[in-house]
């Protein structure tokens, strides 16, 4: 019935959208950080791995996307055309997992969810800027108020005894939820402590493109405290790089550097009079032994990369593996969850494709680059392989190929028309109308 419901909400949304498509990938990025992936199993009386679990976002970028190229796809060819190696790369690794997924007959939802579906908002990320400039800095708005929201929630679970509306969901899906994580670490609306983590943490970077000093300390403020409220050192330790880039990367305008500055102030202040920095401070003395199960994770991973050739051990093989191990976590990388379950070529191919998307757009002076892009990039290249991440259903996958997508495709091209003309002009980053290379800076 759930799939039925997505399938219809697809449609209505892909419909309704045809002629502004990213409307449709606002829409899905909201729908995955405000519905987690437990409330719509449960709600579907099925499990996370169940094959007939299908995110109604999944639903939306598919449906979406047949439309567009059935409308303009000569368009849709030419948006993705300067990456059209390394997403051929990318659609063999998603594909083998579909191989994989046959020859097991389980895992299906996952490749959709996960694998495929935020491929495809890739490539609807990049028809966007083709079609109106503007476009891409109302997904960056999406991303960067939608994380808000979310921190939003958390701080009040943090201060105020908040509960999530979708604690009985939450409960029924994931067994952690019970244990001391669940109590001491908030996960907001999302699937996980680390997944707010990793949703403040790329909306960081983002920051940078908003205009006025108020909205961008109050965001920024945000971002770090939802890492501080889910205790992701990870996530503490690349807002604390952003900020400092911020501060002292040499294009910043003098407000910038002093929004920053009070943002620093701010932060301590919070932290220090609720000890909202308690947790991620004792955690970063006391791992709790997660450093040694990283590190065993990662011996029997190199140690066994034969059995994952050609088709891997199977879809969730990873946690199977890791409780046999007597792992108090799981291999704690996407990478090598991903290759265990999907094998060697998988981990090469989807991976191996992401890092040269990466650098192909980092290089490319052909796209007019949005502010903070190729930071929040590069800081979710770099979190999703920190923790089990893709290989789980939420929201990190889609957000990690959005903003790759923001960095590739930027706002239009630089031999296009200015943003300005096709646009109005608050909706580019006055510093972004200049073509030049995509730098890593917020």
């Known amino acids: 019935m759930i799939a039925l419901m997505s399938l219809f909400i697809g449609f209505a949304v892909a419909a309704w959208t045809r002629d502004k498509p990213w409307r449709a ?33 999944t639903a939306i970028l598919f449906l979406t996307f047949l439309v567009q190229v059935t409308t ?24 083998w997992s579909f191989v994989t997924c046959i020859a097991y007959d389980t895992g299906y939802s996952l490749v959709l969810n996960q694998l495929a579906a935020p491929v495809v908002a890739f490539s609807l990320i990049g028809l966007c800027s083709h079609l109106s400039p503007s476009s891409t800095m109302a997904v960056v708005k999406t991303v960067v108020w939608g994380s808000a929201a979310v921190a939003g929630f958390a701080i009040l679970g943090t201060l105020q ?30 699937d996980g402590p680390l997944v707010l983590a990793f949703a403040g943490t790329v909306a960081l970077p983002l920051i940078g493109s908003q ?34 880039l911020l501060i002292f990367q040499r294009r910043s305008a003098f407000r910038t550097r002093i929004a920053a500055s009070i943002l620093i102030a701010i932060a301590y202040a919070a932290t ?30 190199f140690d066994n990369l034969s059995s994952y050739s050609p ?28 290759t265990i379950s999907f094998g060697i070529l998988f981990g ?16 490319s002076k052909a796209f007019v680059p949005i502010s903070g892009a190729a930071t929040s990039a590069a800081f979710a290249l770099i979190s999703v392989q920190t923790f089990s991440s893709t290989a789980n259903q939420s929201a990190v996958s889609l957000l990690q190929w959005i903003v790759l997508g923001l960095m590739a495709f930027g706002a239009g091209t630089t031999t296009s028309p200015s943003p300005t003309t ?21």
């Open 25 to 57: 990938v606002q829409v899905s990025i909201l729908l995955w950080l405000l519905v987690p992936a437990a409330v719509v199993a449960v709600s579907a009386g099925a499990t996370l791995d169940s094959n007939t679990f299908l995110h109604p976002s």
């Open 72 to 95: 303009r796809g000569d368009q849709v060819l030419q948006a993705s055309s300067r990456y059209r190696v390394p997403l051929a790369i990318v659609w063999f690794g998603v594909l």
């Open 161 to 190: 005894d908040f509960t999530s509306p979708f604690t009985e969901q939450m409960r029924a899906t994931y067994l952690w939820f019970d244990s001391s994580v669940a109590v001491t670490r908030q996960s907001s609306t999302l």
């Open 211 to 244: 205009r006025r000093v108020v909205p961008k300390v109050a965001l920024a403020s945000l971002a770090i405290f939802a890492n501080l409220a889910s205790q992701s050192r990870t996530g503490v330790a690349l807002c604390a790089i952003g900020v400092l």
């Open 272 to 301: 220090t009079r609720y000890g909202l920095a308690s947790g991620v401070t004792s955690r970063f003395q006391y791992d709790n032994g997660s450093a040694g199960a990283r590190s065993v994770a990662w011996s029997n991973f």
């Open 311 to 338: 088709y891997g051990m199977g879809p969730g093989a990873d946690a199977r593996l890791a409780q046999s191990l007597g792992m108090p976590t799981s291999f704690e990388s996407a990478l090598a969850c991903l």
């Open 348 to 363: 090469i191919a989807y991976f191996g494709g992401q890092i040269l998307i990466f650098i192909s757009a980092f290089r």
């Open 422 to 442: 096709s646009a109005t002009t608050h909706d580019i980053n006055p510093a972004n109308a200049i073509p030049s290379t995509n730098r890593l800076v917020p």
